[in-house]
T-cell receptor, first 110, second 113 residues
Framework: KNEVEQSPQNLTAQEGEFITINCSYS?????LHWLQQHPGGGIVSLFMLSSGKKKHGRLIATINIQEKHSSLHITASHPRDSAVYIC????????????FGKGTSLLVTP | DVKVTQSSRYLVKRTGEKVFLECVQDMDHENMFWYRQDPGLGLRLIYF???????EKGDIPEGYSVSREKKERFSLILESASTNQTSMYLC????????????FGPGTRLTVT
């Protein structure tokens, strides 16, 4: 079972393009996280959302609780944005644990 | 800045060996987690701990055990390593409370031959 689905699985974009990565989930959640993983393994938390929209630099994350959907947008993409982006949700009845999507692998070419 | 460190970035062990993976965090976090990450499967929770000496099984605890004797340190133990435990292992920590952000370590890539 996977309560978290991400799309697309792989994405190639040219530098400067606007990028959208989508995350859908099927059950009630208390929070949704967007994470970034660069080659080599380390994971960095980008956003934690429970409603609305958050912005940090060129990154924007939105969540629609009613539709059980979140998007991560990257404006003016750059090759250094190349990474795997992972959506994770904290289910309402799961306490501390997160359920993860399988990730979206983004490659931004010069 | 929160810092989560893991004892090794790369580790090669033989089938049947006992393997210890160590994780240390420096922010006095109550919660600590061990995940494994495999291609096509994403991250899956092995065990987590919400306090010293307290632990709960995650989604895939079979073949693993954990130890948390001190608040800052959470160890993952493979009692008898097998080739299907070849994976990337990631540790994370967070404050208590279900809304807390998790901070991840750099990961240990374990190969069991």
């Amino acid at each position: 079972k996977n309560e978290v689905e991400q799309s697309p699985q792989n994405l190639t974009a040219q530098e400067g393009e606007f990028i959208t990565i989508n995350c859908s989930y099927s059950v009630g959640i208390s929070a949704l996280h967007w994470l970034q993983q660069h080659p080599g393994g380390g994971i960095v938390s980008l956003f934690m959302l429970s409603s609305g929209k958050k912005k940090h630099g060129r990154l924007i994350a939105t969540i629609n609780i009613q539709e059980k959907h979140s998007s991560l947008h990257i404006t003016a993409s750059h090759p250094r944005d190349s990474a795997v982006y992972i959506c994770a949700v904290r289910l309402l009845d799961s306490g501390y644990a997160l359920n993860f999507g399988k990730g979206t692998s983004l490659l931004v070419t010069p | 800045d929160v810092k989560v460190t893991q004892s090794s970035r790369y580790l090669v062990k033989r089938t049947g060996e006992k393997v210890f993976l160590e994780c240390v965090q420096d922010m006095d976090h109550e919660n600590m987690f061990w995940y494994r990450q495999d291609p096509g499967l994403g991250l899956r929770l092995i065990y987590f701990s919400y306090d010293v000496k307290m632990k709960e099984k995650g989604d895939i605890p079979e073949g693993y055990s954990v130890s948390r004797e001190k608040k800052e340190r959470f160890s993952l133990i493979l009692e008898s390593a097998s080739t299907n435990q070849t994976s990337m292992y990631l540790c994370a920590s967070s404050l208590s409370g279900t809304g807390a952000e998790q901070y991840f370590g750099p990961g240990t890539r374990l190969t069991v031959t």
